[in-house]
């Protein structure tokens, strides 16, 4: 009886030290996660919806959709170095203790093949008071993002869901445990333009471009890639305008919005002969009964393939 009490207590004492030990890991594994907030609807250069999800958990997500992005002027003090439309966050730090906040990083680019991580550290170039550094409390950084009609191109052009990449490093240990990801419903976006200008919206196919007003299609650099690319794909057999179904001119300036049909090639029929079966004559051993006629049945199989091939337009 000793044995036994002495082997359960033995058993019971190994579960401690692996719950403890469970419990010791869970705790050093808690990652410290900030909190973003949106600035453009604030400053006058972002109307519409801004959506942010996830706040103060590893990954955030800001959308943007049905907005309108207004043509503002630069203000150097706030980081916008240019007149143009801006996009802007406050990314508010998360309880950190100092030592470990100073010491925190933050990065960030723009998502999409040949860009590179832009590196920041955090204490320098925080936006916090004096108040608030001293005494490790409500810190932050602010940071804004230009935004352009050719840039939204390209995101259209090139299937990009997210645009624009954070990344956080908050405790200063050297892993980024923080995302957070910048989105645009580019289908209800809108992008203002300097005075004295304006964008005409320019569909190919199932794809949206917005283009200066009185430019050529060939004008905008992915406006003109995405054509292309489009003419070269084997499956397509013309771009033609909608409303009057002539083949496009590139060099033609738009002036309106304009629809542009893309034209498949017709799918290929390829038939095959049905294969024929052998016809033998069986004799049917059959008891018969009251029946004085013999009937022979026989059957043709007959099978028709219809192999039709479409490809897709491939988009990186």
């Known amino acids: 009886m000793k044995k036994i009490i002495s082997v359960l207590a033995m058993a019971f004492a190994v579960m401690a030290v692996i719950t ?19 600035l453009g ?10 959506n942010i999800t996830g ?36 990314f508010n730090a998360p309880e950190v203790a100092k030592e470990k906040l100073d010491k925190a ?24 008071t004096a108040d608030a550094k001293n005494t490790n409390q409500n810190r932050f950084v602010y940071t804004w993002l230009p935004m352009s009609n050719m840039t939204l191109n390209y995101i259209v052009a090139n299937n990009i869901d997210t645009a624009f990449i954070y990344e956080f490093d ?14 645009f419903d580019t289908d209800t976006m809108k992008l203002e333009t300097a ?60 002036d309106s919005d304009v ?6 090639v017709p799918a290929t029929e390829n038939k095959k002969e049905p294969a024929k079966k052998e016809e033998k004559d069986e004799q049917d051993n059959t008891p018969k009964m009251g029946v004085e006629n013999v009937y022979a049945v ?9 192999a039709g091939a479409i490809i897709l337009n491939k988009r990186k």
Request: aromatic content about 10%; charged content about 30%; glycine content about 8%.
């Open 20 to 38: 403890l030990s469970s419990t010791v890991k869970a705790a050093e594994e808690v990652k410290p996660y900030g909190k973003v907030d949106e």
């Open 41 to 50: 609807k604030n400053n006058d250069c972002v109307v519409g919806e801004v």
């Open 55 to 90: 706040n103060e958990t590893k990954t955030v997500n800001v959308i943007y959709k049905n907005v309108t992005l207004k043509w503002v002027a630069k203000d150097t003090n706030i980081g916008r170095y240019q007149d143009g439309c801006w996009i802007g966050f406050k």
């Open 105 to 128: 990083q933050y990065r960030g680019k723009w998502n999409w093949k040949g860009n590179s991580w832009s590196r920041s550290n955090f204490k320098e170039v925080e936006d916090s």
């Open 170 to 183: 908050w405790d200063g240990d050297g892993d980024f445990d923080q995302t957070v990801n910048i989105k």
């Open 195 to 254: 005075a004295n200008t304006e964008t005409v919206t320019v569909v190919v196919g199932d794809k949206k471009f917005q283009v200066e007003k009185g430019k050529a299609l060939k004008d905008d650099q992915f406006v003109k890639a995405y054509i292309e690319k489009l003419q070269a794909d084997k499956t397509v057999e013309g771009l033609y305008y909608k409303a009057d179904s002539k083949e496009i001119d590139m060099n033609k300036a738009v």
């Open 259 to 264: 629809e542009i049909t893309v034209k498949k």
């Open 298 to 306: 026989a059957g043709v199989v007959v099978i028709v393939t219809i």
